[in-house]
C-alpha cells in the first residue's frame, strides 16, 4: 500500500504561482511513477503530469507544458508540482497519483494509488 496526501492549494490570481505537494508513505516510493490529474466540475479526470520513479523522464499535458514543472525527491518521498503563469482553466481538484511502473502513464485507470485531492482555484 502507499499513501499519499497533496498539499499546497489555494486561490490565486490570474498569473500566479502554486506549488502542490504529494507526500507518501508506505512501499518503498521511489519504486513508484507518478502522474498529476485535476478534475474541474462538471469535466473528467484529465493527465496533467507524471514523472518516472528515476527522475529522468517527465511528461507534460500540451495545456500546461512550460508553465508546470514536476519533480520528485525519493529520500523525502515527495514529489511536487510547480504551478506557474495559472489560468482560470487551470482551476480544478489536483490529485497525485502512484503506480508501480518505470514510466508514468496518462490514464487515470493505469494508477493504483490515490491521494484525497487538493483545490486549486484561479480567478480572472
Known amino acids: 500500500q502507499v499513501q499519499l496526501v497533496e498539499s499546497g492549494g489555494g486561490s490565486v490570481q490570474a498569473g500566479g504561482s502554486l506549488r502542490l505537494s504529494c507526500a507518501a508513505s508506505?512501499?518503498?516510493?521511489?519504486?513508484?511513477?507518478i502522474g498529476w490529474f485535476r478534475e474541474a466540475p462538471g469535466k473528467e479526470r484529465e493527465f496533467v503530469a507524471g514523472?518516472?520513479?528515476?527522475?529522468?523522464?517527465?511528461y507534460y499535458a500540451d495545456s500546461v507544458k512550460g508553465r508546470f514543472t514536476i519533480s520528485r525527491d525519493n529520500a523525502k518521498n515527495a514529489v511536487n508540482l510547480q504551478m506557474n503563469s495559472l489560468k482560470p482553466e487551470d482551476t480544478a481538484v489536483y490529485y497525485c497519483?502512484?503506480?508501480?511502473?518505470?514510466?508514468?502513464?496518462?490514464?487515470?485507470?493505469?494508477?493504483?494509488?490515490w491521494g484525497q485531492g487538493t483545490q486549486v482555484t484561479v480567478s480572472s
Open positions: 497519483a502512484a503506480d508501480l511502473r518505470t514510466y508514468p502513464e496518462k490514464v487515470v485507470r493505469d494508477y493504483t494509488y
Open positions: 508506505g512501499r518503498t516510493f521511489s519504486n513508484y511513477a
Open positions: 514523472i518516472s520513479w528515476n527522475r529522468g523522464y517527465t
